[in-house]
């Protein structure tokens, strides 16, 4: 008996052992799936789960993601040999836009895909097609070919808010289905590239001996490989069956089972070749390829396997030797775009085994131009959806894109920064309950409309907190608030019967009748229409007699000389001409420098405006706090400082103004104005600014490798290549152009120099600084008339001896900046004599000494013929008469022609090459990897 006991005890020990173990091996596999979302769309019932029996994975339903649609299974029948993921799917009959909404890690890296098949699941044999969006920003479109093949939609794209969107459209050619989603987050060294958003164009695994995907847990991170042997190669695999390391330190993490085959050459001294042909040849492509060597060597084997990479007939890499069981990987610099990609990979001379190549990633560029609603407003929208249990078509994100806004809702667009909520209009919406107080999140609101509803006690004083609501209409069956005291918080809410008297004070006053407030209301609006004409009219006729008496007086006092607006000179003046028409360019530098400082301005007049859009309009205690009290000091500016600041979530320049320069805040209010009309890739963007009794402050986007002028002076550490100093030219030529010929009226910057360019993190030129800026008068003409204002060295000397100012100008200006970019000299040259910078340049180019010219770290890494076609273009700018200058539309375009002939130059784009795959994240850093010439 006792035996027996003691049998059953042991037994019971062995299974509650074995228990354990299956409950850590669980916890493990949970463990390895840390930062996956597995989503079974339309798995029933709701919020159950399991566990894909092939691949391990851990799979939940969508019900706590998404409140739309529909659950549908496919056709049995296509069931068979199909993983238990791809049974079901979530339809959308109903809605133009669905979403999924998940919440995920803020700044995060993750691989998103998105899998769909069809199967019949609404018995009627159709196959639809519709549109997949990422956030604010449409992903892809999705056509099916058949009943039972997967389309799959992949990309790997970094989140800055901690909820992620993915949302079908429905476009008119079938309802929008989803089988699975699933997000993998990623390190964040990974697959770095120019663009945060790349779309997966193929995944390869070249020499697969078992002709099966290749995925989770093979691949730690869930890609999906898919074998692949080119035409006219064999496989070779590993003959000892390598067990290779897990690589914990590399950031790509490569499976096994992929690394472990290859492909070679069928025939000796061939190559391997493979390609594509894309749809679009504007896409842009990075490539990532993978080697190892997979034949031990013996200790006394001479063997050797080098091959180089050849694109389109080029050779594009450096000869390649691969080492056993050691994972080499290339990757291009930046990305490549063609009209075909046709790989080969070739033996070199030197080498005695053929090359070869274990696998391959390619990924389109994808570009998100769209910004998402701002954060806060978004939280504030779903909290209200949520409060009131909205169910109309209420999907996605709030205001972008613009076709597809939430009903009620009005946002602003000003081309800036994120949109915000302005209005929200929840009348006749069905709403109970109190006023939700997640409205007060709403902070840039303007117009709340809540009237015929069923809402229930007082107007919450939190609305009077609102400092840009102006309207409010809304009824409730008490009123607690008085109209007095909430209009006393906010003067300036107009509120609709809202805010009535308080209780105490009802019985005392009698009620109006219903007609009275709309009459009112509307004899109050005819009257403000009358006073606004009549404001207009009198403004219109004085302006009429100042316009008379100005041009009355310049004409009596006329004697300086004329100038004619010529934008078709020629862009090459012959050497002799440039030597009679600019040598005596500057007699007057010496002047110009005596009579006026840096920044100065003599022209102190600068016209009232508006301050609005009020969208864009921060408190003093805004500024504060945007700056977390003026931290971080980036340095003196003009008349004033700038502040590094968080605004939404990221980086952007403050420049606060000095209280006691009268003159710098003119300026930055000239700034402000001219910023709310004029919105150019190549221009400053201003976010916001502040004008709050003595305190004057503007918001800009954040440059991070500040301005021109910190880069090409000669003891600058960075080097920009030829392209790159092309580049930036073009950027702020462009910049100039739309100022002059975009803008209605036009635009004279005034002020254009090497410290007003400013450069983002990826180096792209915009042009800022317009504190000095005039816009044309229609009734002025071609020029004006005004005091000088500007930096020495790169005044107009025609401006300062006339006093005229034109878009010539201008371009002289710029004329002296690229004579900077090309050459890394300032503007003034002070060596042993002081000397204009087109002075000095002009005494080489006589002599046709190119090579003295251009800045010597170039190392002579230029086409001889576009660089000294570039210094003409900047000698033509500077010609001492403006008539002889080019116009900006002339300068851009020859600038352009040398950027593409550069560019052409050096097309065949290096590959970055590292020993290992723990080497990899040197490539993939926040430094870019070297650019090999």
């Known amino acids: 008996m006792m035996r027996l006991l003691e049998s059953t005890e042991m037994m ?150 901690d909820t992620l969107q993915v949302c079908l459209v429905n476009t008119g050619n079938g309802t929008p289905f989803i089988s699975v989603l699933e997000l993998r987050q990623l390190p964040d060294s990974s697959y770095v590239a120019q663009s945060d958003s790349l779309q997966l164009f193929q995944r390869l695994d070249f020499g697969s001996s078992t002709n099966q995907t290749v995925r989770y847990p093979d691949d730690v991170f869930d890609r999906i490989w898919f074998p692949s042997t080119p035409d006219g190669s064999k496989q070779l695999s590993s003959s000892s069956s390598p067990s ?295 403004i219109y006729i004085r302006k009429k007699k100042q316009g008379r008496m100005i041009s009355r007086a310049v004409t009596a006092s006329s004697n300086g000389p004329s100038l004619r607006r010529r934008d078709t000179g020629s862009m090459r003046p012959s050497l002799q001409r440039r030597e009679t028409t600019f040598f005596s360019a500057h007699p007057s530098l010496q002047r110009i420098e005596s009579s006026m400082t840096d920044h100065e301005v003599n022209e102190t007049a600068v016209d009232d405006f508006d301050m609005e859009p009020a969208n864009r309009k921060f408190t003093y205690a805004e500024i504060v706090n945007i700056t977390n009290g003026f931290e971080r000091d980036q340095g003196k500016v003009g008349f004033g400082r700038n502040y590094l600041g968080q605004l939404n979530g990221k980086e952007v320049t403050v420049k606060l103004v000095s209280s006691l320069s009268s003159q710098g805040y003119k300026q930055l209010r000239a700034e402000v104005k001219h910023l709310f009309r004029i919105h150019h890739k190549n221009l400053i963007t201003m976010l916001g600014y502040c004008n709050e009794g003595d305190k004057l402050a503007v918001i800009y986007e954040y440059m991070a490798n500040g301005n021109l002028k910190q880069h090409i002076s000669e003891s600058s550490p960075t080097v920009f290549s030829w392209e790159d100093r092309l580049g930036i030219a073009v950027d702020v030529a462009q910049g100039l152009e739309y100022l002059h010929t975009g803008c209605t009226p036009p635009i004279i910057h005034r002020n254009v120099k ?101 800045d010597p770290s170039l190392c002579g890494d230029y086409d001889p013929s576009s660089a000294f076609k570039t210094v003409e273009i900047a000698v033509a700018c500077v010609c001492r008469n403006s008539g002889d200058r080019p116009g900006m539309s002339q300068v851009v375009t020859a600038l352009k022609e040398n950027l593409a002939a550069e560019v052409e130059r050096k097309k065949d784009l290096p590959i970055v090459s590292t020993d290992s795959v723990e080497d990899l994240a040197l490539g993939f850093g926040s430094n870019p990897p070297p650019r090999l010439r």
């Open 244 to 538: 290779l390391s897990r690589n914990s330190s590399s950031t790509l993490r490569l499976p096994q089972v992929v690394m472990r085959t290859a492909v070679v050459p069928n025939v000796s001294g061939g190559s391997v070749e493979f390609g594509w042909v894309p749809d679009d040849p504007s896409l842009e492509f990075y490539f990532y390829m993978y080697f190892m060597e997979l034949e031990e060597p013996s200790s006394t084997s001479v063997e050797r396997r080098e091959f180089v990479i050849v694109l389109n007939g080029e050779v594009i890499s450096s000869p390649l030797n691969v080492t056993y069981l050691r994972i080499k990987a290339l990757t291009t610099a930046s990305p490549l775009k063609a009209e075909r990609f046709e790989f080969s990979i070739r033996q070199t001379r030197d080498s005695t085994l053929p090359p070869l190549i274990n696998a391959m990633e390619t990924y389109v560029v994808k570009k998100f131009l769209q910004s998402p609603t701002d954060q806060t407003d978004l939280s504030a929208m779903k909290s209200i959806k949520s409060a009131y249990k909205v169910r109309k078509n209420w999907e996605g994100d709030t205001c972008v894109p613009q076709d597809f806004t939430w009903e009620g809702v009005n946002c602003s667009y000003n081309g800036t920064g994120m949109p915000r909520v302005i209005a929200l209009n929840l009348s006749s919406f069905g709403l109970t309950g109190e006023i939700a107080s997640d409205i007060s999140g709403l902070s840039r609101l303007q117009i709340l409309d809540l009237s015929n509803n069923n809402l229930t006690g007082p107007v919450p004083a939190f609305l009077a907190k609102l400092q840009f609501l102006r309207v409010l209409s809304v009824f409730t069956q008490q009123h607690l608030t008085s109209k007095r005291e909430l209009t006393a918080r906010n003067p300036s809410i107009c509120s609709t019967g809202g805010c009535e008297e308080s209780s105490q004070n009802t019985s005392k006053k009698k009620k109006l009748p219903g007609f009275v407030i709309p009459l009112a209301a509307s004899l109050a609006g005819l009257i403000l229409i009358a006073t606004i004409s009549a404001a207009i009219l009198f």
């Open 754 to 854: 090497c410290t007003n360019v400013f450069l983002d993190e990826n180096f792209n030129a915009k042009l800022g600084g317009f504190g000095l800026s005039r816009a044309f008068d229609a009734a002025e003409g071609s020029h004006m008339n005004t005091a000088i204002a500007g930096t020495p060295g790169y005044v107009d000397p025609e401006y300062y001896t006339s006093n005229i100012l034109t878009e010539k100008s201008d371009v002289y200006s710029f004329g002296v900046v690229l004579l900077e970019i090309v050459t890394a000299k300032p503007a003034i040259i002070k060596d042993e004599e002081r000397m204009h910078i087109s002075q000095w340049v002009e005494s080489l180019l006589s002599r046709e000494n190119i090579v003295e010219i251009l």
């Open 12 to 161: 019971a020990f062995k299974t509650l052992t074995f228990l354990c173990c299956v409950v850590l091996i669980n916890l493990s596999n949970a463990q390895d799936q840390t930062g996956f979302i597995s989503i079974d769309c339309g798995l029933q019932p709701d919020n159950s789960s399991y566990t894909e029996s092939s691949t391990g994975i851990n799979y939940v339903s969508d019900s706590s993601y998404t409140d739309t649609g529909t659950s549908n299974f496919v056709a049995p029948e296509y069931r068979v040999n199909m993983m238990q993921s791809m049974w079901s799917v979530r339809s959308f009959p109903e809605g133009i836009r669905n979403c999924y909404t998940i919440g995920v890690n803020i700044s995060a890296k993750y691989l998103i895909r998105a899998a769909f098949m069809y199967g019949n699941y609404d018995a009627r044999n159709e196959l639809p097609g519709f549109d997949l969006h990422l956030g604010p920003n449409r992903w892809d479109s999705v056509e099916l070919e058949s009943s039972v093949g997967t389309v799959s939609k992949e990309i790997i794209y970094v989140v800055l808010t």
